[in-house]
């Protein structure tokens, strides 16, 4: 089934309801999004020659537009390749190359930075910006009908760093993203027809995957005129449309608490909270649901099986009285109902209660593979497990406790940073012989980078040309805050450098 049947059917059902809206302002309803989308795609097939299967990327920063694009490209029975707007042109470059995308659409603020990244994606053949006549343009003519589309089919290409530094492409079906969908209506809410989901977070990870369950139900989605996370306008946009659900990031949580205009939020405003992509530390926790209400739950998943691995649930969140109330609420929660999950050894024996190893998992919602990748496939994929780098251990009540995530990852304001990717550009200095980048706690971002540099004999180095050198190939948010300049990087008796020792040091 093709997951643009889920606008179909809201189109008959929720016909009149508004389905996008910028700020306060409805913008289209069900009924006329559908058809936009449908002629769109027309104009895909048509204007743009593309073929099913082919692949079209977007670097968008939130607004309605992402919706029209994702679902044209569905409609058309074309894969969608989102890009987190915040990555540096060279990274761009990658994704564009490696999944062969045929077209881009982006707003103006990245339009030049997609530009120079094209030059070295020789498919790409066109990049539209969503506020020139070429994009309005093809709102003109008519519609065509929704393709059909395998179960097995590509829909959604979501690049991943990994450890080896190079990013990968978790390759989402649509059997996958209608899982994850069915999932969400079972194990975190049922939203009511008319409710909302604000687009706070960036519309090519979390919140972007949270429109499906929510255009299944005939929510309206909103995405802030700012097109970013403001604390004030997120409050005004959720008491403007109330029965909201909104995808978080940890310390946007910690923001929304601790801004005086929490204040302002409206009883029947805010729906639902579901925040992931990082641990939130119990006190913040506590504090929110004092302040909030019962509105919070939690999800871990990761791009290869997205927003579906574990969840702690509202009642959970809640349930004060219960003596390990506390041990709740540090967990991960249970199993989703769509997925087996397993802690193991390394050889994939299923460890007992209590006891730390790799998460494993098994369902629908687990990707069908990296993208022209059949090595790093075959390390993630076994027998039809997820290995996901994440260790942890249950607990007798099934409640799964993380431990570490994916080996070394630095996760900062609920993005994923891998140290390889910056350590290969340090090294790249002719006055850096060794680094060593790892993660520094920090109040506000959960984690913040550091680099450990070793310098090559009496050269001068200064930290602002690590910095330069950094915001020249990598993105901004990854380069590190801080660097430690010492005289040998700690290590084991095979050469392999001691992190642990690193983070000792901080």
């Known amino acids: 089934m093709n997951i643009a049947h889920l606008l179909l059917g809201s189109a008959q059902e929720f016909r009149d309801l508004p389905a996008l809206a910028r700020g306060t302002t409805p913008y289209l309803t069900y009924r006329d999004l559908w058809r936009k989308v449908s002629v769109m795609s027309t104009h895909l097939a048509g204007r743009f020659g593309l073929k099913r299967g082919d692949r079209v990327a977007f670097a968008m920063a939130n607004c309605v537009e992402a919706i029209e694009v994702m679902y044209a490209v569905w409609h058309a029975g074309l894969c969608a390749v989102p890009m987190n707007a915040k990555l540096h042109a060279r990274e761009f470059a990658f994704i564009l190359e490696n999944s062969g995308a045929r077209l881009c659409f982006v707003t103006p603020d990245l339009f030049e930075t997609i530009a120079e990244a094209a030059k070295e994606a020789p498919d790409l053949k066109e990049i539209v910006d969503v506020t020139t006549r070429s994009y309005t343009f093809m709102e003109v003519g008519d519609p065509s009908p ?120 409206q009883p029947q405003a805010l729906r639902l909270i579901t925040y992931g992509g990082a641990p939130m530390y119990v006190a913040d926790l506590k504090r929110a649901l004092d302040l909030l209400g019962n509105k919070l739950m939690q999800l871990y998943g990761q791009g290869e099986s997205p927003m579906t691995i574990t969840h702690l649930s509202r009642e959970y969140h809640w349930d004060r009285r219960h003596p390990r109330w506390e041990q709740r609420l540090a967990s991960a929660g249970r199993a989703d109902s769509c997925m087996e999950v397993r802690v193991v050894d390394e050889e994939g024996r299923q460890l007992p209660v209590g006891e730390v190893g790799e998460i494993i998992c098994k369902g629908d919602p687990v990707m069908a593979g990296y993208w022209n990748n059949p090595e790093a496939t075959a390390r993630s994929l076994r027998d039809g497990w997820l290995w996901t780098g ?97 005289e040998a990087l700690p290590k084991n008796n095979y050469g392999k450098i001691l992190k642990t020792e690193l983070r000792k040091l901080l």
């Not at 049922?190 to 139900?217: D, E, T, Y």
């Not at 001068?460 to 020249?472: F, K, R, T, Y």
Request: glycine share 8%; aromatic share 8%; with cysteine.
């Open 390 to 486: 994440d260790v942890g251990a249950f607990d007798e009540e099934g409640l799964l406790t993380l431990k570490d995530r994916s080996k070394d990852m630095i996760i900062s304001g609920g993005s994923n940073i891998y140290p390889r990717e910056i350590e290969d550009v340090l090294n790249l200095h002719p006055a850096v012989a060794e680094c060593s980048v790892v993660g520094r706690p920090h109040p506000e971002w959960g984690e913040e980078v550091v680099a450990f540099v070793v310098k090559r004999g009496a050269e001068a180095l200064a930290p602002a040309e690590l910095d330069q050198l950094c915001l020249d190939n990598i993105a901004r948010f990854k380069r590190p805050k801080d660097y430690k300049f010492i």
């Open 146 to 265: 929704l393709v059909s589309a395998e179960p097995t089919d590509p829909a959604w290409l979501f690049y991943t760093s990994g450890t080896t530094g190079r990013p990968k492409g978790a390759t989402l079906t649509h059997r996958n993203l209608l899982a994850m969908t069915l999932n969400y209506y079972a194990d975190v809410d049922r939203p009511p027809p008319g409710g909302s989901i604000v687009h706070a977070a960036p519309i090519s990870h979390g919140s972007g995957l949270w429109n499906f369950p929510m255009v299944g139900r005939g929510s309206v989605q909103v995405f802030p005129e700012s097109g970013k996370y403001e604390v004030p306008e997120t409050v005004e946009l959720m008491n403007r449309w109330p029965e909201c659900s909104i995808f978080l990031a940890p310390t946007m949580v910690k923001r929304l608490i601790e801004h005086g205009s929490v204040a302002d939020l």
